[in-house]
């Protein structure tokens, strides 16, 4: 599909200037041929305005000594034709730095990029909230696309994150999920500033791959018991959110304090959490490693209940989650030895 694209933008940005360059040919073939009179070929006339186009001026194949009218024609036809061509070469050149041959095969380069991966995740939406959702994806390490109707968004974030993954496009379009990989993906941020798109990407991601996590942001509260019935796994406001933040700031400052700077450190320390496969089932956390260089078991949630600090002898069962204060490498040596 990218090659008819490009043969079409082509088209239409050289038709006309090529057309014309090929009627100042003609005309200059049929203008010399009849200065030159039935003696001269008509290849020594097309000869004589390429070279006269072209600034060539290799050699006069048609004699001009002594014709006035004939220096005359060729200074029109050289002005036209040099006109012509410099035009269609500052056309190429803006074609070229406006990226519009490139748009298509960045597209197709990024889509094969996409394919390759698996259990990552897509954010919908790179507006205030989605950058800082798409960069806290990068800093942690998790593989992930970015998806937005605006290319200057999606610009102004790879200016900062270049390897980035990207898609232009509307995340409410099947076919934009589908080419984002939403079969694959682990998850799903519904996050775009519009409630309503909010909601149909959320119904979607449930339609094209049921088990993918959604997380739906919705500012209109009338909206909320909407997307908890289409599918969506959680449901922010950020109104709602900022308001707890901001009384948490005045109630309790050294616990904001202390999460802004774990959430600011050049660890990247992060809180985590990861489910016990089956086949660790009934081993302990001492024979886990629930204490590392870089990780620090703080709870483990089995059966609905949470216990904090749990001992070394705590005894794993299939599914509990295990909730890690880690470093994105501690994560990594984790989920290693989960699996």
Known sequence: MTTPIIIERLRRRFAKPLAVLVGIHVVG????????????PRLDALYMTFITVATIG???????????VGRLFTMVIGF???????YIFSTMTAFIVEGEINVPLRRRRMLKAIEKLSGHYIV??????GTNVAQELTLTGRRHVIVDVAQAKIDAFRDRYSDTLWLHGDAAEDQVLADAGVARAAGVFAITGDDAKNLVITLSVKQLNPD??????CHDVSYTEKMRRVGADAIVSPDFTGGMRIASSMLR????????????????LRVEELVVPAQLAGSSCGALGARGADYLLLA???AGKWRFNPPDDQTLVAGDTLVFMTTPEGRRRIEARLS
């Open 29 to 40: 073939t049929v203008g010399y041929k009849i200065i030159g009179g039935p003696q001269d």
């Open 58 to 68: 290799y050699a006069e194949v048609i004699s001009l000594d002594d014709d006035p």
């Open 80 to 86: 036209a034709g040099i006109a012509t061509t410099w």
């Open 124 to 129: 919908c939406g790179i507006g205030r909230v």
């Open 212 to 217: 993918a996590r959604v997380v739906a942001r």
């Open 253 to 268: 400052p050294k616990v904001v304090s202390f999460l802004d700077e774990m959430l600011r450190s050049e660890e990247a």
């Open 300 to 302: 483990i949630r089995s």
